[in-house]
């Protein structure tokens, strides 16, 4: 069975400090990945993916991740932290040639202070 | 395009009464599926579907009927509602093939709702 593991739910980084929010993964088979931001009363929408190409993955907003398989690991991070990266972020894990089932971690609360 | 839709967008309701969250998308996916949304629990599956007359049961089933009669379209029948079903709803579709296109998730803005 796959599964997702957020540590931290909740982070605080001062503006301009750096991002990272952690995600490890179980699976017995390769995964895709896939990092979601939630805004306040909004739904999901997709930061980046990892799909078995490239282990480095830059997404939108200034994210990116890395797919490290030895480590299990697909953290993101965002170099320089803006007052508007405040928001939930969620990792979530699909099998390959697993229908498009995806499971969730239970996500990380970012905040942002000046 | 519009997307995904869900409506309504607010709901309460007393205990043991029925109602239907709806779910449209126009963007010809083929899968579609609902999630549920509780503090600390992330997204859980209730119920999906890879296509028109296909459905099936995720993670939490249970108090949810769903169907699939048209592509378009996947609601969500709460048939006589609980206080645990207290939660945010979300509504999310994709392609089914396999490979990059079929991988990303498109969500709708939720539905929250409040079962008294």
């Known amino acids: 069975a796959q599964s997702v593991t957020q540590l931290g739910s909740h982070v605080s980084v001062s503006e301009g400090a750096l991002v990272l929010l952690r995600c490890n993964y179980s699976?017995?088979?390769?995964?895709?990945l896939f990092w979601y931001v939630q805004y306040p009363n909004q739904g999901l929408q997709l930061l980046l993916k990892?799909?078995?190409?490239?282990?480095l993955v830059k997404g939108i907003n200034g994210f990116e991740a890395e797919f490290k398989k030895s480590e299990t690991s697909f953290h993101l991070t965002k170099p320089s932290a803006h007052m508007s990266d405040a928001a939930e972020y969620f990792c979530?894990?699909?099998?390959?040639?697993?229908?498009?089932?995806?499971?969730f971690g239970t996500g990380t609360q970012l905040k942002v202070e000046l | 395009n519009a997307g995904v839709t869900q409506t309504p967008k607010f709901q309460v309701l007393k205990t043991g009464q029925s109602m239907t969250l709806q779910c449209a998308q126009d963007m010809n996916h083929e899968y579609m599926s609902w999630y549920r949304q509780d503090p600390g629990m992330g997204l859980r599956l209730i119920h999906y579907s890879v296509g028109a007359g296909i459905t099936d049961q995720g993670e939490v089933p249970n108090g949810y009927n769903v169907s699939r009669s048209t592509t378009e379209d996947f609601p969500l029948r709460l048939l006589s509602a609980a206080p645990s079903q207290t939660s945010v709803y979300f509504c999310?579709?994709?392609?089914?093939?396999?490979?990059?296109?079929?991988?990303?998730?498109?969500f709708g803005p939720g539905t929250r709702l409040t079962v008294l």
């Open positions: 979530a894990v699909k099998l390959t040639g697993g229908g498009n089932k995806l499971t």
């Open positions: 999310a579709s994709s392609y089914s093939s396999q490979g990059a296109r079929g991988n990303e998730q498109f």
């Open positions: 990892y799909t078995s190409a490239a282990t």
């Open positions: 699976s017995s088979v390769p995964p895709y």
